[in-house]
């Protein structure tokens, strides 16, 4: 379903960002800059996230738009990212971002990058909440994204968890930006309704071989479920 919802998405960024740039008698002479994982943690998905790209480019230019594509890969990884992003506008000049997917790398390529160049960049897979309020990018306005927010999900999460009769449980969720700011909305939204949160268990974004430790703290005080 994700890889699904990302050639469905890209299309309607990029189309929307192109049009928004030309006026109905003149095309737009647009470049891109598409930020994807092509490897790291989020591999399986960057692949259908460029096509999603592609796809896009190749119905703008059937419709009279000129588009130029630049790829970057982040390697889900900040550092890597945040190289791959400056090359984008800094050498090969792109007028606009799309990417990244992981919550992370689109808070340092946002902060380090796009937002001090003045290059719009729109994130269609990263849901942190703090994406929404960012500090560097107050007045300027330079940050989007496309997907909900954890302000929503968690919200929904917690509500549902509740709703199911469950009293008591226990989160164990990936260490990162994205994990984390689920995980926090969730406990918010679950304990204001009455239930309790035993544990928050944080796993590492790279695969384990075992998981025992991790389920072994999540389950020590006798949850009713596990997220």
Do not use: W
């Amino acid at each position: 379903m994700r890889k699904l919802l990302s050639l469905l998405v890209i299309p309607l960024i990029v189309g929307s960002f192109i049009v928004g740039c030309a006026s109905e008698k003149e095309a737009a002479s647009v470049t891109i800059g598409e930020l994807h994982p092509l490897t790291g943690a989020l591999a399986e998905y960057g692949g259908a996230e460029q096509k999603g790209g592609k796809l896009a480019a190749k119905h703008l230019k059937e419709a009279g738009y000129e588009v130029k594509q630049i790829f970057g890969d982040t390697e889900t990884s900040a550092v890597p990212g945040v190289e791959a992003a400056r090359r984008l506008i800094e050498v090969e000049g792109a007028q606009v971002l799309i990417g990244a997917a992981g919550t992370g790398q689109t808070l340092s390529i946002a902060e380090t990058v796009s937002i001090p160049s003045e290059v719009p960049q729109i994130s269609y897979a990263s849901t942190s909440p703090l994406i929404t309020n960012l500090p560097a990018d107050e007045g300027k306005d330079l940050l989007f994204r496309t997907c909900p927010s954890d302000a929503l999900q968690g919200v929904v999460l917690g509500r549902m968890a509740y709703d199911k009769g469950y009293k008591k449980v226990s989160v164990l969720y990936v260490n990162n930006p994205y994990g984390k700011g689920l995980n926090d909305v969730f406990k918010e939204t679950f304990e204001e309704l009455g239930g309790t949160v035993v544990a928050s268990v944080p796993h590492d974004e790279e695969p384990a071989a075992s998981y025992t430790a991790e389920l072994r703290k999540a389950t020590e005080g006798n949850p009713d479920a596990l997220l």
